[in-house]
């Protein structure tokens, strides 16, 4: 794994920062509200301000492209950044956008990831995931896919047991943990 500058760590979260307001604004005006179903299945888990505000897509026939700067990253060694052509679904703010219908599991972990956005606000959500890829050394290893994977699989073995996202993902910034 290629080691960043400070200088270098900040120029990326800054094309990481536009990456996702770029795909947020491309992808916002074909999403839609989460149907009832949608809603009815994560109510327990979320706010109501979260479902009514969080849109989601399913893209057909297209699929969600790689940021620009890949090949610059490529260049200073990184060879496993996450193809996000490959992705089940990504998270751009509060646009869900997918490559395959959703399930409860994948809106789920998704919409984890909307309250992160929320809480954190875009700056800050992309400098903590460049710094947990570049911390971990891979995908698998940046906290807020820990963090939404977690409570993913928290929800996915017991879908009928509360719990409150918006605390637990509080919890992880109050401790430092992302």
């Given at each position: 794994m290629s080691?960043?500058?400070p ?20 992808y916002a005006?074909?999403a839609?509200?989460?149907?009832p179903?949608?809603?009815?299945a994560v109510?327990?888990?979320f ?9 989601v897509?399913v ?6 492209s ?7 990253l490529?260049?200073l ?6 193809d ?7 998270t ?10 959703f399930?409860d599991?994948?809106l ?8 992160q956005y929320r809480?954190?606000?875009v700056?800050?959500?992309?400098e903590l ?5 570049l911390d ?10 820990v ?9 996915e ?6 719990f ?10 109050t401790?430092?943990r992302?």
């Open positions: 080691q960043l500058t200088e270098q760590v900040t120029q990326v979260t800054t094309f990481v920062t536009q990456y996702i307001a770029d795909q947020r604004d491309r005006p074909n839609v509200p989460l149907s179903q949608q809603r009815d109510a327990r888990f706010s109501a301000q979260l479902l009514n505000t969080a849109r897509v893209l057909r026939g297209e699929r969600v790689n940021p620009d700067f890949y090949p610059m490529r260049s060694g990184f060879r496993n950044l996450p996000q052509s490959t992705m089940g679904a990504i751009f703010s509060d646009v869900v956008v997918s490559h395959q219908a399930t599991g994948l789920f972990h998704e919409l984890v990831h909307v309250e809480q954190l606000g700056p800050r959500f992309a995931y460049v710094r947990g890829f971990g050394g891979s995908y698998d290893a940046i906290p807020l896919e963090n939404a994977y977690t409570l993913g699989s928290r929800f073995a017991s879908p009928t047991h509360e409150s996202v918006h605390d637990e993902v509080q919890d992880w910034i401790h430092g992302f």
